[in-house]
């Protein structure tokens, strides 16, 4: 939920303050994105978030979400097929649907499964582009119908920036690297983690965002890259009970 | 009143003519060789480079050369099996592709010293490129490409380079984790994107302390039998409505 006056001038300013930090050391591209979804449910007026990338077939992939209950991801999945996250990704440009009863006949899957869930109302999609490159979108969805106000959009298009430029530059640019490169980078490291979240919820009996939770508290506190640690899990090179009692 | 036209696409993923090429094969199990062969001649075919091979070459399974389509490409992976090191070994082990436009510049010499020597007294080897084949935290071989000319790869056959390597690997992911030889049906890519289904493979490799890409094949194999979508049965482990044990088929 958006923060009044100074208090959200407040939150905004350390959260561009920890990103910048982020960004100056060697980082882990989807603790990134995981943080920017974060800030932009404490900071914007709305409820859930998504970041969403583009692989080499143009298949939308879900790379960060603020909850990860089942509900959003599906939404957020669908729109491989339809809706205003593809649209604003093709597109290159910004997709707010104020009210999702107004577009049924636009996005039909869409729409009707937002509709039995029950959950949301309002769909914003920002880019996350690149000069003239599309790179994928981040979703904000909301509970009530409505616009989002234009200072909350265009906060939210300077957290989409930050991710954008969080996932190019995540490793030193080498010869002839491109972004595509980065970008399947970016979608293999997610891959990697949701297969060290199922080993850790497995032999913990724990829930997958309790898994997550358990893997970057490891990561940090040993001072290593999030995918790094997720890796040698799932090459059954690092104990997980070592990364569950953390 | 109709919505306005949204203006012309502009996604970043452009396919290229390798990509397209290898969207058009179908997997098949325990057929990596002819796979392997598909993949390396579409790769010299659409890319401005003279040769190809695909190897196996994880750190703890055997090494093996599934493909390479001619002699020096042989060449260059036996050379790396044999010294360890060179780029299609850092590709592997970084999971990160290796560019290498001018093998006689000193950096690279540099990089793999044992390498680049034996390569410049055996072989006309100008330019190399390694792209691993990777699954998450799996790496399932590596497609090395060389030109006897240095130079790199143009931004748009990078591009596609990098592509086809993506649909390569879920090819070559197919065949090793088919439940059954005749069977066709192939691992498509909007499935293998679901979180549920990474979720699952390692949730499995748990249960029955095995790998990653046979935790895999464990859930290929339940959903065959069962007659169930794969993202049917990777919700239903993730849920805990399903457990694999070494017992159970």
Known sequence: MSPAGGDREHLVSSAFTRLADTLVDEYDVIDLLDRLVGYSVDLLAVEAAGIVLGDVRGTLRVVAASNDDAQLMELLQLQNDEGPCLECYRTATAVSVPDLAGVVDRWPRFTAAVDVQRVFRSVHALPLRLRQESIGALNLFNGLPGPLSEADLSLGQALADVATIGILQERAIRRGEVVTQQLQTALNNRVVIEQANGVLAERGTIAMDVAFDRLRRHARRTNQLLSRVARRIVERELDPDAVLET | MAPPRPPPARPVADQGVVTRALLGIVARGGREHALAEQICRACVAGLDVDGAALSLLT????????????????????????????????????????????????????RWPVFAAALAEQAEVGALFALPLQWGAINLGVLDLYRRTAGGLAPEQWRDAL???????????????????????????????????????????????????DALARLRAHAFVEQRLLIDVARDVVTRRLRFSDDMA
């Open chain 2, 59 to 110: 750190r703890s399974s055997a090494r093996e050369t599934l493909w390479a389509t001619d002699p020096t490409a042989e060449l260059l992976e036996d050379l790396q099996f044999t010294l360890n090191e060179g780029a299609c070994m850092e590709a592997a082990t970084t999971g990160a592709p290796v560019s290498v436009p001018d093998l006689a510049a000193g950096v690279e010499v540099r």
């Open chain 2, 163 to 213: 592509g086809a390597v993506d649909v390569a690997t879920l090819l070559l992911l197919s065949a090793r984790t088919d439940p059954d030889d005749g069977y066709d049906g192939g691992l498509d890519p909007a499935t293998s994107a679901r979180a549920e289904v990474h979720q699952a493979t390692g949730m499995v490799l748990a249960q029955l302390d095995i790998s990653a890409v």
